[in-house]
């Protein structure tokens, strides 16, 4: 048996058996990580809070010889407990995660898409920011960093200017100009939303709270970009159909 030491936040988990919980883990050096934490449904487990959604630390992982991993100990950096005080930021938080778990994979550093979620967490945490934004600045980020940008300043067919009429086209990888618009480039997008868009794409992570949008254009924006997203990703959440009850209805 080897130990393993890596610092993870903890994505999901299943139960297992009677007492013990099946973790999958996000590490910047290794990706996804799949780990039996033994015994955490008993009251009295030293590593019990590891097997909650969120927790994030640093683990000593165990690998026996057939390659399975299990929890050794853990040493606690945070739990982002206030997300559990708003149901908005709590299903953004958990759909962030399940993001990354459909587009990540074992075996895979990914680091500056570990710190994306990181930020992303903390700023549904600890500071006054809409969730809506937070949402679109992630899916912007991590679309990029897996290698589908979206392009937002020129036409991404001619890379002319955009000035009226456009649609957000998913096989071309960006907005299309009414003279390369064949009705087959993709769905409408008015061009508030792409602006919207663009200042949520260049603004730094950390400023993001100074940027607010309606709710009507966010559910522009959203209706589009998550089928460019499935699209390209060719997959779709469960916890985004839960994500977007929280703002279908509203008028805010």
């Known amino acids: 048996m080897t130990d393993i030491k890596v610092q993870a936040i903890t994505l999901s988990y299943v139960n297992y058996r009677e007492y013990d919980r099946i973790l999958t883990l996000f590490s910047p050096e290794h990706g996804l990580l799949t780990a039996t934490a033994h015994a ?68 895979e550093p990914q680091h500056e898409l570990f710190l994306l979620l990181m930020k992303s967490l903390s700023l549904l945490c600890y500071k006054d920011v809409d969730y809506k934004t937070v949402k679109l600045k992630f899916e912007l980020g991590a679309m990029a960093l897996i290698g589908y940008s979206v392009i937002l300043d020129k036409c991404s067919i001619c890379s002319g200017e955009v000035k009226e009429f456009t649609m957000l086209s998913n096989s071309a990888g960006g907005i299309v100009c009414s003279a390369c618009n064949d009705n087959n480039h993709g769905i409408k997008i008015s061009l508030q939303a792409i602006a919207t868009l663009k200042q949520i794409n260049e603004m730094p992570i950390d400023n993001i709270g100074v940027i607010k949008i309606s709710n009507t254009v966010f559910k522009e924006i959203d209706s589009v970009f998550k089928q460019y997203i499935s699209w390209h990703i060719e997959r779709t959440f469960k916890s985004a159909k839960f994500l977007e009850n929280s703002y279908l209805f509203s008028d805010s």
């Open 40 to 107: 955490v449904r008993r009251g009295k487990s030293e590593i019990r809070a590891c097997a909650d959604l969120f927790f994030f630390g640093e683990f000593v992982l165990r690998k026996n010889a057939k390659g399975y991993l299990s929890v050794k100990s853990v040493d606690m950096i945070d739990v982002f407990y206030d997300l559990r005080l708003d149901i908005n930021k709590l299903s953004c938080a958990m759909y962030l995660c399940d993001f990354i778990k459909g587009v990540t994979h074992t075996d």
